[in-house]
């Protein structure tokens, strides 16, 4: 055979070659929807219908002050639980919705004694306690997300992500009608209309995925009550400004190691139009374990807070359970 009828054999049977691999480089919808949080895209699928629920635990004890971790003043003891369920939908494969419904559990008890001298041998000692509690639905999120880039062999993925938060829960601290002014109803929404806009770059290197984020949340101004027995007041919380790191990997097919670093800076909040309290920042490390079952995966992990000024210093325990159809 001349080397033209090679090259020419060649190019005849090149378009079957790649077709070849096209088809092998396909994966079925089944397989789709049972990637992992290493292997599957920054949005949804085209038609992809996700709904799960995810819920947090922690105690309230301590906080950052001066960027040290200190206890909570006076003897106190606490929890927080709260519980999300969300659903996701693929709208194309670049363009993805979803909502999201909280539900808060609040318990918070505390006693402060104080001890005032009158004179060399005499002192004035009284104590005060609070008693509170919050239970009920939180503020509805309602989030798109737009895939800018796709990933190719050449780039990582872009992605945009929008979520406006709706004021559907209390913003108001409710008195409980008992004589102690301590003891009240907490609030389990903030009444605030609120835009977080995020932009995340993601990378798939089989076994590893990587991704960076950064994103700004603008809050609203609102009125509502604070204090019981005080008159409403016009509230706005600090818009918080965020950037995040993950690192995940397989540790088989089926089981991924998460590792995820959360920076957020928190703006001083406003009542009546003058700031008040202290500009906060915090440095969370979430470490976590996802297993994809199939189409359900169930991911475990703990927030841990390394760093911070004016914020919670408490530790808590994530879980997320969801399924795709």
């Not at 780039?155 to 709706?166: C, D, G, I, Q, S």
Request: glycine share 8%; proline share 4%; aromatic share 12%.
């Amino acid at each position: 055979m001349t080397h033209v009828a090679k090259l020419a054999l060649a190019l005849f049977l090149l378009p079957a070659f790649c077709a070849v691999g096209q088809v092998q480089e396909q994966i079925s919808p089944t397989e789709r929807k049972q990637q992992t949080i290493v292997t599957e895209p920054i949005t949804l699928y085209k038609g992809f219908f996700r709904t799960g629920v995810g819920g947090i635990y922690n105690v309230i004890d301590k906080i950052f002050l001066d960027s040290k971790k200190q206890s909570q003043p006076g003897n106190i003891w606490a929890n927080n639980f709260g519980f999300s369920l969300f659903m996701q939908y693929g709208i194309s494969d670049r363009l993805m919705v979803e909502v999201l419904m909280p539900y808060r559990i609040e318990n918070i008890y505390q006693s402060i004694t104080y001890e005032l001298p009158l004179d060399a041998s005499e002192q004035y000692v009284y104590g005060s306690t609070w008693k509170t509690r919050g239970n009920g639905f939180g503020d509805l999120d309602i989030a798109i997300g737009y895939q800018l880039l796709e990933e190719t062999v050449s780039r990582p993925a872009l992605a945009a992500f929008v979520t406006t938060t709706l004021p559907t829960g209390e913003k108001n601290v409710i008195d409980d009608d008992d004589d102690n002014v301590n003891t009240y109803h907490r609030p389990t929404g903030q009444g605030e209309i609120a835009v977080n806009t995020v932009l995340r770059l993601r990378r798939v290197m089989y076994p590893y995925s990587y991704s960076i984020s950064a994103g700004y949340k603008f809050r609203t101004e609102v009125t509502k009550v604070m204090e019981v027995g005080q008159p409403a007041v016009n509230y706005r919380n600090g818009n918080l400004l965020t950037f995040s790191g993950s690192f995940n990997v397989h540790l088989n097919d089926w089981i991924a190691f998460k590792n995820i670093v959360d920076y957020t800076n928190i703006g001083k909040d406003t009542n009546n139009g003058e700031e008040v309290g202290e500009k906060g920042w915090l440095i969370e490390y979430l470490p976590g374990v996802s297993f994809q079952l199939k189409k359900l995966r169930f991911d475990q992990g703990v927030t841990i807070p390394v760093k911070g000024n004016y914020t919670s210093a408490d530790p808590g325990y994530l879980l997320i359970l969801q399924y795709t159809f």
